[in-house]
């Protein structure tokens, strides 16, 4: 059984809970959003603005702050970042315009990129190799959990206080997590003379560049820019395509991800152990493979168990790949370059997404689900052959 250090505990978690309110915070928005545009009197359309400024925001900021950790620690950048993403949900909660609400999202986009980014690479610095599949897998279990919990504790404080309350919480969570994150987090040789930013973000942007051309970073960058489009894609338009195949509510599209969320959030540790064992490449890689065909049954499932059971395989398959492949990409660097290297990945990630909601959107207005999973699909089988390109030759 590989060592776990000394407080992996403490550390797991610690950045789970960071994590868990990174995520949750922009996973509860989509509830809260009637209120927030009968309040504010916007059209629907402008919602979305809420989503893509914050996207937006996060994906480009990210591309700072990983040379920023790389120079001054992750610890000190969590804190930065908690303190920052704090300062945004602060802004949301004063908001009474759109423009303020915007502004408030911007902010909280800026201080989550740098949970999520060094977040990972924290946890990549303080665990072995031998043992970060499990630690990544549990670790990052924190997305299931905001969407069984996280989601529906938002939204009842939204009923019973208003949008601008659940905010509040989130602010003063945020506050309570950096003071839990400077008592259990442990320094990993914080440095004690940083150099200047600016120094660090001119090296930074140079190893983005050398990221770029070479084939072992290219294609990890490659694997997880496809592995993202290929989860986000099928999962905007899941509610859209049982509303109207089959007239299903969101209360009942609800139960499909409670069920499914908690069955991946408890797997996901035991996904990240096995991993360690049988090794990150050859889980990810049949994982995806797992994935993709799934995909291609899901259009062709009728409302009901069998419906149930396909979902719940493949949120299962999800997370059984996806701390295998943190755990895989966080060692294609050194540590020393380790957050300017999951910032660059990070940033495509977004870009991942972005790209498959647009394609999928006008996929599913001219041909229905089954274009959009098949694309999705696709989007999987690329990221296996990606970080097979990327890692061939290596045992990883």
């Keep these: 059984m590989p060592v776990r250090p000394i407080g992996s505990t403490r550390v797991i978690l610690s950045l789970f809970l960071i994590l868990f309110l990174g995520t949750a915070d922009n996973q509860v928005l989509s509830p809260l959003l009637p209120s927030i545009r009968t309040d504010l009197g916007r059209a629907s359309y402008e919602m979305g603005f809420l989503f893509s400024v914050y996207s937006l925001v996060a994906g480009l900021s990210v591309l700072l702050w990983g040379p920023i950790s790389d120079a001054f620690g992750r610890k000190s950048c969590l804190i930065a970042g908690l303190l920052l993403f704090s300062a945004g949900s602060v802004t949301s909660l004063s908001a009474r315009t759109f423009f303020a609400l915007l502004t408030g999202r911007a902010i909280t986009g800026l201080g989550a990129s740098m949970l999520s980014l060094n977040s990972l690479s924290f946890a990549a610095d303080f665990f ?6 499990w630690a990544m897998g549990s670790i ?15 939204s009842l404080v939204g009923d019973r206080l208003g949008w601008n309350a659940v905010f509040g919480l989130v602010a003063c969570a945020g506050l309570c997590l950096m003071v839990t994150a400077w008592i259990l987090l442990p320094n990993l040789g914080e440095r004690t003379k940083a150099r200047i930013p600016r120094i660090a973000i001119l090296q930074g942007s140079g190893n983005y560049l050398n990221y770029l051309k070479a084939r072992r970073t290219f294609g990890s960058i490659a694997g ?8 986000m894609g099928f999962l905007a338009f899941l509610g859209v395509w049982l509303h109207d195949d089959f007239g299903i509510s969101a209360r009942q599209t609800g139960l499909v991800f409670l069920a499914s969320g908690a069955a991946a959030f408890i797997a996901s ?3 990240g152990s096995l991993s360690d064992r049988i090794g990150k490449r050859t889980q990810f ?22 419906l ?13 790949r996806q701390g295998p492949l943190e755990a895989l990409l966080s060692e294609v660097v050194p540590a020393s370059q380790r957050g300017s290297f999951l910032a660059l990945k990070n940033s ?3 870009l991942g997404i972005g790209l498959a909601s647009i394609l999928s959107g006008l996929l599913f207005e001219w041909s229905g689900y089954g274009a959009v999973c098949l694309l999705c699909s696709a989007a999987n089988v690329a990221a296996v052959a990606a970080v097979f390109w990327a890692v061939r030759g290596q045992k990883l």
């Excluded at 890689?285 to 069998?306: D, E, R, Y």
């Design 348 to 350: 495509f990630s977004q």
């Design 269 to 271: 540790p035991f996904a």
């Design 285 to 306: 890689i049949g994982s995806s493979i797992f994935l993709a065909i799934l995909l291609l049954l899901l259009p062709h499932m009728k409302w009901g168990i069998p």
């Design 128 to 133: 072995p190799y031998s043992a970060r599949g």
């Design 308 to 320: 149930f059971g396909l979902f719940f395989s493949i949120s299962l398959t999800a997370a059984f």
């Design 140 to 154: 990052l279990s924190s997305y299931f959990a905001a969407l069984i919990l996280g989601v529906p504790i938002g």
């Design 224 to 231: 997880g820019f496809f592995a993202s489009a290929g989860t």
